[in-house]
């Protein structure tokens, strides 16, 4: 399995421009800084849905595929087909192992959505390692919005799951936690 980052659609500059016309001012001129990025992430305000990923999986086993798909709101998926007709082979007959190509157009605010969730202990093992695959493929580019996705557990302070995984007792939690914070306060 392998991810790749397409495209990154929608600027900075207008998620900046439409934050300011939100509270009823002009346009600025810029890039804005990381800080100021990091902080309209962390504060998840509209804005920040102009910020698009295209990003696409390859050799995805379909059930792993099949999680994905189910978050469906700020996000596209275009998942290759297995349809007889299309491939020649017997869609009956293939094992949910068998790989396919996935492909998503995800707003900011989508991907901490799914960060919340796939990142999660209790995710599967390949699903968890499929999200985090991709988001180090954005980290490169976008760092601030690698940065705002975190599991639930970071994101609420606390672990709400009837079965924890036991993390939010760890020091390592307690040390990302406070990093995460820090990231929200500055």
């Keep these: 399995m392998k991810s ?4 990154i659609k ?3 500059r207008e998620v900046a421009d439409s934050a300011r016309t939100t509270i009823n001012k002009e346009g600025g001129t810029g890039e804005p800084t990381s800080n100021w990025k990091r902080r309209m992430l962390l504060s998840e305000h509209s804005p ?8 696409k999986w ?8 099949v999680h994905l798909v189910r978050h469906k709101y700020g996000i596209e998926h275009w998942v290759r087909t ?5 491939t020649g082979l017997c869609r009956n007959e293939l094992p ?10 995800a707003s900011a605010q989508a991907m901490i959505n799914i960060s919340r969730k796939r990142l999660c202990m209790q995710a ?3 699903t968890r390692e499929a999200w985090e ?7 490169e580019r976008e760092p601030e919005l690698y940065g705002a996705c975190v599991p639930d557990c970071i994101y609420r302070g606390w672990c709400y799951e009837y079965n924890s995984c036991g993390y939010h007792k760890s020091k390592k939690y307690e040390k990302i936690l406070m990093e995460y914070r820090e990231g929200i306060n500055q």
């Design 133 to 139: 695959m991709l988001l180090e493929t954005v980290k």
């Design 4 to 7: 790749k980052l397409l495209s």
């Design 58 to 65: 390859y050799e995805l086993k379909y059930w792993v595929s």
């Design 48 to 55: 920040i849905r102009q910020l698009l990923i295209n990003a």
């Design 96 to 105: 949910q192992g068998n790989t396919v190509e996935h492909e998503i157009l």
């Design 10 to 12: 929608g600027t900075w």
């Design 82 to 86: 297995q349809r007889t007709d299309r």
């Design 124 to 126: 599967s093992k390949e």
